[in-house]
């Protein structure tokens, strides 16, 4: 039997709601630290939280997923339409197999980590993330990623629309903006956690460590 890990105490309600996570039914996932996106945002000090968390994940045997944001050759509506307003400035999408989309080697991802590509924000759209993660009945996730208000939110709402139990990690993603992080994070947490929860990385990390 799998030993659970220590609950978290998070914003605005201790995580999980009901106590209850392990390697068994958890998952780690990061989210766009891609070379491109963490070189736009100066991203270096939360690419190391990110990275001592998959580090600390692999030690618990809790299982690590990763996302990668690209843009097609033949621009979706969606992604003319983020040309034509300028939110690619500040939050940029790559051409697939480029230096810049790969994600950052620092990450230290398992060789043997599952990588789903998606072209927008929700990395469950149209991607075999869901299935993945039913398949294995993982319930609970630790999400970071780049930026908060667009890749990780877009993605942490749809885990949470679908029933998994989701929790931020504060200081492992980074806004575009100083104030659309912490706005961002404000709007998860809202109405006693309409989106999951927040925490920082220690405390994720400790309980993973005492496990």
């Known amino acids: 039997m799998v030993e659970p890990f220590a609950g978290i105490a998070a914003n605005p309600y201790s995580w999980p709601f009901d106590g209850r996570w ?6 780690l996932l990061i989210l766009g630290f891609q070379n491109g996106m963490v ?3 100066d991203a270096e000090p939360e690419l190391a939280v990110a990275a001592r968390l998959v580090s600390a994940a692999q030690a618990a045997g809790l ?4 996302s990668r944001r690209g843009r097609a050759e033949t621009l979706s509506p969606v992604a003319a339409r983020r040309a034509a307003t300028g939110a690619d400035v500040g939050d940029p999408i790559f051409p697939p197999r480029t230096p810049e989309w790969q994600l950052a080697e ?9 990588v789903f590509d998606h072209a927008g924000d929700n990395a469950f759209y149209s991607t075999g993330l869901e299935t993945w993660l039913r398949q294995r009945a993982i319930r609970n996730l630790v ?11 877009a993605t942490q709402r749809a885990a949470n629309d679908m029933g998994f139990e989701c929790i931020a990690i504060s200081d492992a993603c980074k806004g575009t ?28 990390i400790a309980a993973l460590n005492a496990s």
């Open 22 to 27: 392990s390697a068994d039914d958890s998952a």
């Open 106 to 114: 620092a990450l230290g991802l398992p060789s043997d980590a599952p």
């Open 63 to 66: 299982p690590v997923i990763a």
């Open 177 to 204: 903006t100083e104030e659309r992080h912490t706005g961002q994070l404000r709007v998860t947490a809202f109405g006693n956690g309409l989106f999951g929860t927040v925490a920082r990385s220690d405390q994720i």
């Open 143 to 153: 999400l970071a990623g780049l930026p908060t208000e667009g890749l990780l939110h």
């Open 39 to 41: 070189a736009a945002l």
